[in-house]
Nanobody, 121 residues
Framework: EVQLVESGGGLVQVGGSLRLSCAAS????????IGWFRQGPGKEREGVAC?????????????YYIDSVKGRFTVSRDNAKDTVYLQMNSVKPEDTAVYYC?????????WGKGTLVTVSS
């Protein structure tokens, strides 16, 4: 069974840092891109960051970020632990949201249940 489990959310002050984790199981983790999404209060879910799959020796760890988090958030993956991380620095009130990770496994989007990040000002 494919599972994605997010953790690491919580309450953080403006300008602070938080690291989210997404632990994966039930599929060959290395073979798939993993994305982080978020849904703030009253907002639609949006993609935040993505990290490419590991295709072996040529993997360059390609990442993608939306403009609003560039320079503040960093996505990384530890293939030995089947885990993707989202390091969030210099957080802002608008970063308040439930954060989800997602993998598209053979055409089907697999989502975790999310972890709540609240940024207090």
């Amino acid at each position: 069974e494919v599972q994605l489990v997010e953790s690491g959310g919580g309450l953080v002050q403006v300008g602070g840092s938080l690291r989210l984790s997404c632990a994966a199981s039930g599929f060959t983790f290395d073979d798939f891109h993993i994305g982080w999404f978020r849904q703030g209060p009253g907002k639609e879910r949006e993609g935040v960051a993505c990290i490419s799959n590991n295709d072996g020796s040529n993997w360059d760890g390609s990442t993608y970020y939306i403009d609003s988090v560039k320079g503040r958030f960093t996505v990384s993956r530890d293939n030995a632990k089947d885990t993707v991380y989202l390091q969030m620095n210099s957080v802002k009130p608008e970063d308040t949201a439930v954060y989800y990770c997602k993998a598209r496994i053979f055409g089907t989007d697999q989502w975790g249940k999310g972890t709540l990040v609240t940024v207090s000002s």
